[in-house]
């Protein structure tokens, strides 16, 4: 059994407590288990612990055998010197600290069922190892766990982040320029639309941002989709203001072949998108800017309603009219999947810098004000009995499957704790 499970057993005190003595036969009373450190040096500090007649206060040091504190080089270590009782599940040495003096040991014991409940969840090739008990566990501890957990997933987005705010020196608008334009591409087109972003730098698409031809010409031109001869009137006047812009500004375009079109539907081509994404610019100086400002989720769907050009109602690619003539809007899944992906990681990663706790609870606000999401992932979490009231707890079960569950760490979810501890209440 591995020490995260014993240093589990002993947090919550499911050892058998009775009778327990140290290997030279003193009694010990548990007063405090202390607080779990998750640093470097002992395993729990501030411990209260009486031994034979005399209360101690000190740090408490997990092992499976007491032989591994020598293997790990702790005898040399003063960090440990402060160690007032050795926990092992086997005493099979004596152990000291670096002046010499021999640390109290207590080997403790526990119920199998603690053990074959642990090994069930720490080895299930399930999705979510615990669901065939997370019915059993409190619906107010998962809702608790949940809002905890959103706000690590958004804190892991703001690291993720924090590479790009280093290569703009920091400038916001153009970092929000390059995570709006990769989460606009969705999957398939991720990488391109980030690629184009990357060449097209927010401060340049600012200086023509009243002109929605020279943005269209400026981003068709660069994502490599206008190196081709132009058979009607719009595909003419993008090309020939592209060329005029490329060479005022010394661009080098994208290769067009980079843009994937299979297995999407029409209206999520590359095109569309990218028509989409003219619109937005076009109607926003400082995009940035506006969007923190605003206090209502209304008014950032505002944002992102917008129409594709006219050209766009009877096309999907250039040169090649549909028969199907409708208007090209942003639907309303893709704004949520922006404002989830970009607007709310933004907002919380900016008000992380400047402490600031109003715009933190903001972007948490526009989460919960989102309808939870629907794929595979919530799927299951569903049929387990756990359903996401809003977008904020459909990321939570997001992250929990993919950082908790499938990587084995029962013991550090708050209901994979409890699905474990449910064995005494059962």
Known sequence: MNEDFLQFIWNFRLYDAANLRTSEGEDVEIISAGSRNRDSGPDFYNAKIRIGGVIWAGTVEIHKKSSEWNLHGHQNDHAYDNVILHVVEKNDAVIRRSNGEIIPCLEITYSDSFRKRYLELAESKQHIPCADYVSGVDSFKIRFWLNRIATERLERKTAETGALMDSTLNDLEEVFHCVLFKYFGFKTNALPF???????????????????????????????????????????????????????????????????????????????????????????????????????????????????????????????????????????????????????????????????????????????????????????????????ANALESQALLHLQSEYCIRGKCLKCTIGKEVIQNIIRT
């Open 194 to 388: 980030e690629m184009l972003a990357r060449s097209l730098p927010a401060k340049l698409l600012r200086k023509y941002s009243h002109s929605l031809p020279s943005v269209e010409a400026l981003l068709f031109g660069q994502a490599g989709l206008l190196d081709f001869e132009p058979e009607d009137e719009y595909s003419a006047g993008l090309k020939s203001e592209y060329r005029f812009l490329k060479d005022k500004h010394n661009l080098v375009g994208m290769d067009g072949s980079i843009w994937k079109y299979a297995k999407l539907r029409p209206v999520n081509f590359p095109t569309i998108r990218i028509a989409q994404m003219a619109a937005i610019l076009n109607r926003y100086q400082s995009l940035w800017d506006t969007v923190v400002s605003l206090k209502d989720i209304k008014d950032i769907y505002g944002i992102f309603d917008v129409t594709a050009s006219e050209y766009w109602d009877n096309h999907y690619v250039f040169g090649k009219i549909s028969t199907k003539v409708s208007s090209k809007k942003l639907g309303r899944n893709a704004v949520d999947n922006l404002i989830i992906n970009v607007v709310s990681p933004m907002i919380f990663m900016y008000a992380g810098y400047g402490g600031n706790e109003i715009l933190k609870e903001r972007a948490i606000y526009f989460l919960e004000s989102l309808k939870a999401e629907s794929n595979s992932v919530i799927d299951e979490w569903i049929e387990c009995g756990v359903k996401p």
